[in-house]
């Protein structure tokens, strides 16, 4: 003897979950103002991570990282609000 609900559900097909949507959609969800800023100071401190590196070793590379697209972003902030 079988319980009751061994079996519940069997005659429906079997749908596999798209773990490539899912990934996706968890990935490119809309960010609010404090998770945006919480990444952006994350993304800072790995970069002048890696600059005290590359200085440490006396490697003298230049690139503008993340640094040089915030401080354009905060440009373009203070051109719009003063226009």
Same mark, same amino acid.
């Given at each position: 003897?079988? !319980?009751?609900?061994?079996? #519940?559900?069997?005659?429906? !097909? @079997?749908? !596999? *979950?798209? #773990? +490539?949507?899912?990934?996706? *959609?968890?990935?490119?969800?809309?960010?609010?103002?404090?998770?945006?800023? $919480?990444?952006?100071?994350? +993304? +800072?401190?790995?970069?002048? =991570?890696?600059? #005290?590196? +590359?200085?440490?070793?006396?490697?003298?590379?230049? @690139?503008?990282?993340?640094? $040089?697209? *915030?401080?354009?972003?905060?440009?373009?902030? =203070? #051109? $719009? $609000?003063?226009?």
């Amino acid at each position: 003897r079988l !319980p009751q609900n061994m079996l #519940r559900g069997s005659e429906k !097909p @079997f749908t !596999p *979950v798209n #773990r +490539l949507k899912r990934e996706r *959609v968890a990935h490119n969800k809309k960010r609010t103002a404090d998770e945006a800023t $919480a990444l952006e100071k994350k +993304l +800072l401190a790995g970069e002048r =991570k890696k600059r #005290r590196k +590359l200085e440490a070793a006396g490697i003298d590379y230049e @690139f503008g990282g993340y640094e $040089a697209a *915030v401080a354009q972003r905060e440009k373009k902030r =203070k #051109r $719009a $609000a003063s226009a």
